[in-house]
């Protein structure tokens, strides 16, 4: 599975040791060069792309809460990026509403942020009727706008 994975300046460490340690997975660096003035849209908006060109199957994204880079990200067509920061949370945004990518914030522990996505790339979506039903009232309403 090709996954992007993309940080502004914060969680440039914490991105190297993910990429390492998820190497059962093939993590695309979005982001392979960092700056201080670095801004958290330009990276969603390319990994959200790429999510929605279907270049990669799923995209992970950090910054300091994570909340930019959701709101970014959910401006592309086609994205439904779900900002966690728990593995229940990771989890149900998988299962419940087929989310394809995950905002984190880089400031969690790496242990966690590591389980976290490990979680959100092995959970299937559920096509149970009233999540399906429910996700594609979202992707109705986004052809419309």
């Known amino acids: 599975m090709r996954v992007a ?3 502004d300046h914060n969680g440039v460490n914490e991105k190297k040791q993910i990429i390492e340690q998820l190497k059962d997975f093939e ?5 392979p060069v960092n700056t201080d003035t670095d801004d958290y849209p330009d990276f969603a908006i390319k990994v959200g792309e790429a999510v929605a060109n279907k270049e990669v199957s799923l995209g992970i994204l950090m910054c300091g809460t994570g909340i930019g880079m959701s709101i970014a990200a959910n401006k592309v067509k ?3 990026c779900a900002h966690c920061s728990s593995y229940e949370q990771a989890h149900l945004a998988r299962e419940h509403n087929n989310a394809n990518i995950i905002a984190l914030s880089y400031k969690q522990d790496i242990n966690e942020l590591i389980n976290m996505i490990r979680e959100f790339l092995t959970t299937e979506a559920s096509f149970e009727e009233r999540h399906m039903r429910r996700v594609e009232k979202i992707i109705e309403y986004e052809k419309r706008a």
């Open 5 to 7: 994975i993309a940080t």
């Open 27 to 31: 993590l695309i660096d979005y982001s």
């Open 78 to 80: 086609g994205v439904r």
